[in-house]
C-alpha cells in the first residue's frame, strides 16, 4: 500500500481490488470508469505507423477529421495530445498564477495541476468547468461561462455522449480552452490521445509545452479513421442512451436513487456506498465511491450480456 496517500482518486484500480478482495484481474467486471465498455474497432495500422516518426500529413489528417466531427470554429484552431491528463497539467502555465475557480465536486486533475502551478482556488481569476461534469452530469451554458477571464477551460471529455451541448464556438473567444478526450467515447483508453480546441495563439503555446511527435502514428491512424466514422458514433450514442436506461432501471429496482451521470457513467445514492461498493466486489465487480461523500455510488456501462447478468445476480 506504499504511497498510495499521496495518489488522487481516480476510477479503476483493479489491481488493488483484486488484492483486497481476490481473483486474478481478468476475473473482474470493472464499472468503475465512464469509458464506452464497447470500443471502437481498431482498423488496420501500416508498419510505417509504428516505425517512423509521425509526420505532418498524419498529424494533418487527424486534426482535420476532430475539426469536422466537432465543427470547430474557423477562428480556433485543434491541437492533439498524448490524452487530455497531459493537456490539464499544462493549461495553468497560460496565464499568471492568481485565483482560479473549479465548481465542484468534480474531476480532481484539474485543480491538482493549478494548485502544482502555483494557483489558490478563489473566485475573480481562471475559471474550470467540467461540462458535462464528472460525476453528477451537470451540464453548464454559456451564459454561466460570461465574463473577462485570463482563463476559461471547458472540458468536454463526455460530451460526445451529447453533442448538441456542445460549447465548442466558446472557443473562439481569447482564453478559452476546449479540451477533448478520445479515450471515453470510444472506449480507447490505452491508445492515450486528447485534443485542445482554442484560438492560433493559445495551441501555439500549448504545442510548444508538449513538444514534437507528442501523439504516437498508431493514435494519429486511429484517431482519424474514428473521428470520420459519423454512422458508428450515432449508433453508439443510440446504444449508450439504451444502456444508461437499463442500468437506472436495475439499480433504482435494487433501491438505489438516481442523482445523474451521463450516459457513460450513472450515479446514484445508495445510503452506504461502502457498504455497496464491497458488496459488488464480493463478485469481482468494481465500482467507484468518493472520498467526500459517504452515500454516491458512480457505475459505468456493462457491456456484453454476460456482464449484464452479473451485475444483476450481484444486486438479487
Known amino acids: 500500500m506504499t504511497g498510495l496517500a499521496t495518489k488522487r482518486d481516480h476510477g479503476g484500480g483493479l489491481d488493488g ?4 478482495f481476490g481473483g486474478a484481474r481478468r476475473d473482474w467486471l470493472d464499472l468503475s470508469t465512464g469509458i464506452n465498455p464497447v470500443p ?11 516505425a517512423a516518426l509521425p509526420d505532418d500529413g498524419a498529424r494533418d489528417a487527424l486534426t ?15 491541437l492533439a495530445a498524448p490524452g487530455a491528463s497531459a493537456l490539464i497539467a499544462r493549461l495553468p502555465a497560460l496565464a499568471p498564477p492568481g485565483p482560479v475557480e ?30 458535462p461534469n464528472n460525476p453528477d452530469g451537470r451540464i453548464w451554458r454559456a451564459v454561466d461561462l460570461a465574463g473577462d477571464r ?19 464556438h466558446l472557443a473562439a473567444r481569447p482564453g478559452v480552452v476546449v479540451l477533448k478526450s478520445f479515450g471515453k467515447f470510444w472506449g480507447l483508453a490505452g491508445l492515450r490521445l486528447g ?26 491512424t486511429i484517431g482519424s479513421a474514428a473521428l470520420r466514422d459519423t ?16 442500468l437506472d432501471r436495475l439499480m433504482q429496482g435494487a433501491g438505489a436513487g438516481l442523482v445523474g451521470g451521463t450516459t457513460l457513467f450513472r450515479l446514484y445514492d445508495v445510503a452506504e456506498a461502502a457498504a455497496w461498493q464491497e458488496r459488488l466486489a464480493r463478485h469481482r465487480i468494481w465500482s467507484r465511491v468518493f472520498p467526500y461523500s459517504g452515500r454516491w455510488l458512480r457505475l459505468g456501462l456493462p457491456g456484453a450480456e454476460g456482464d449484464w447478468t452479473r451485475l444483476e445476480e450481484a444486486l438479487a
Open 102 to 131: 473549479i465548481p465542484g465536486p468534480t474531476y480532481n486533475e484539474h485543480m491538482a495541476a493549478f494548485r502544482a502551478a502555483g494557483w489558490q482556488a478563489g473566485t475573480g481569476g481562471a475559471l474550470v468547468v467540467v461540462h
Open 64 to 78: 482535420g477529421a476532430a475539426r469536422a466531427f466537432w465543427q470547430v470554429p474557423d477562428a480556433a484552431e485543434v
Open 150 to 168: 485570463p482563463l476559461t477551460v471547458i472540458d468536454e471529455s463526455f460530451c460526445d455522449v451529447a453533442p448538441g451541448d456542445s460549447l465548442v
Open 17 to 20: 481490488a483484486a488484492r483486497r
Open 231 to 246: 454512422g458508428w458514433a450515432g449508433a453508439t450514442r443510440a446504444r449508450l442512451a439504451r444502456d444508461a436506461d437499463r
Open 40 to 50: 471502437y474497432p481498431v482498423p488496420a495500422i501500416d508498419t510505417d505507423a509504428w
Open 195 to 220: 485534443f485542445a480546441i482554442a484560438r492560433p495563439d493559445t495551441i501555439a503555446r500549448l504545442s510548444g509545452m508538449i513538444g514534437p511527435w507528442a501523439v504516437s502514428g498508431p493514435a494519429l
